[in-house]
């Protein structure tokens, strides 16, 4: 924290948050470029270009602002060795399939797409599209072309259809050209920005069942792992196991009588029904006992104590 191009780029990301409070589109770019122009002076505490020979040789690049890059490079020098082809291969498979699958649905989730089955539209298509990317970019020597939780950013701005994709392809495209000014971005630039994204797509915590104990461990080392190990596939892969091994004792357990664990929040709900329905009965009954406020009721009064002497001695006077 003694640096001061943390705190530049923590005064970039309160500037992005102070923006998106205001809903405004324009947020993310209102913080990058206000750091990256800062960043740009030289002779600053700060500076992207320091006077070093690293500082000197990003300076002499930034100055071209427009390069044509050389095409002697496009492919890859292919080789006929492969022994460790089938250990790359898997390796590659996995955490590219992890990678895309934690970013698409996160993206997706942040636009609400997402079904009850944890599903959204057209999801066939947007691994199929991802795969033969990979494929084609590895071609020419690329890393693999896959989708990247940066497009989170777009998805906050308002970004739900393919088209914004499209666009995304032109100015990449373009991007080609300008690589000496898109270069000279410093990283705490858009450090501000990742963190933003990452607290808007942290609501989807919220559906997370905190209550049962297999997924709220898991969730947690998912989330943790991620930014401790830089890699989605590897915080997947501490997640899922972690499932996998809590849920699976819990089923080897049952079978010596022990049960398996539920969740605590239905149970919690359960006995409070039962209770509520114990003392609604009670009510019911208290109710059926005490009269009613609407019915009259009718005070029968005492029998008069009469002080009439018998008939037989009201006969016997008349006689007399």
């Not at 300076?59 to 490079?73: A, H, I, Q, R, T």
């Not at 071609?139 to 990247?148: C, K, V």
């Not at 630039?189 to 461990?217: D, Q, Y």
Request: glycine residues 10%; aromatic residues 10%.
């Amino acid at each position: 924290m003694t640096s001061g191009r943390t705190w530049l780029g923590i005064l970039g990301m309160m500037i992005i948050a102070v923006a998106l409070g205001y809903k405004s589109k324009l947020a993310f770019i209102y913080g990058i470029a206000l750091v990256t122009i800062i960043s740009w002076f030289r002779g600053t505490a700060v500076t992207y270009f320091p006077d070093d020979a690293a500082g000197d040789a990003r300076f002499e690049y930034f100055k071209k602002v427009v390069d044509v890059p050389g095409l002697d490079l496009i492919m890859t020098p292919f080789t006929s060795d492969l022994t460790g082809a089938a250990v790359a291969i898997i390796t590659m498979l996995y955490v590219d399939f992890l990678d895309t699958s934690g970013t698409l649905l996160g993206i997706a989730n942040s636009m609400g797409v997402i079904d009850d089955e944890g599903n959204f539209p057209k999801s066939t298509e947007a691994f199929s599209v991802d795969a033969i990317a990979t494929m084609f970019g590895s071609i020419f020597g690329l890393s693999p072309i896959t989708s990247y939780i940066e497009s989170g950013a777009g998805v906050e701005a308002g970004a739900k259809t393919g088209l914004t994709a499209v666009i995304c392809a032109f100015y990449f495209f373009i991007s080609i050209f300008f690589a000496p000014i898109l270069a000279s971005i410093p990283p705490w630039a858009i450090g501000g920005a990742l963190i933003i994204v990452g607290a808007l797509m942290a609501r989807s915590l919220t559906k997370l069942n905190f209550n049962r104990p297999s997924h709220a461990i898991s969730g947690f080392l998912t989330v943790m792992v991620m930014p401790l190990t830089y890699s989605i596939a590897y915080g997947l892969i501490a997640g899922i196991m972690t499932y996998c091994v809590m849920e699976g004792m819990f089923w080897i357990l049952s079978f010596v009588g022990l049960e398996i664990p539920g969740d605590e929040e239905e149970a919690s709900k359960l006995v409070l029904g039962q209770s509520l329905k114990n003392i609604t009965g009670a009510d019911e009954k208290a109710e059926a006992i005490e009269p009613s406020d609407d019915v009259d009721v009718v005070e029968t009064p005492a029998e008069e104590t009469t002080t009439s002497a018998p008939a037989s001695d009201e006969v016997v006077d008349e006689e007399a």
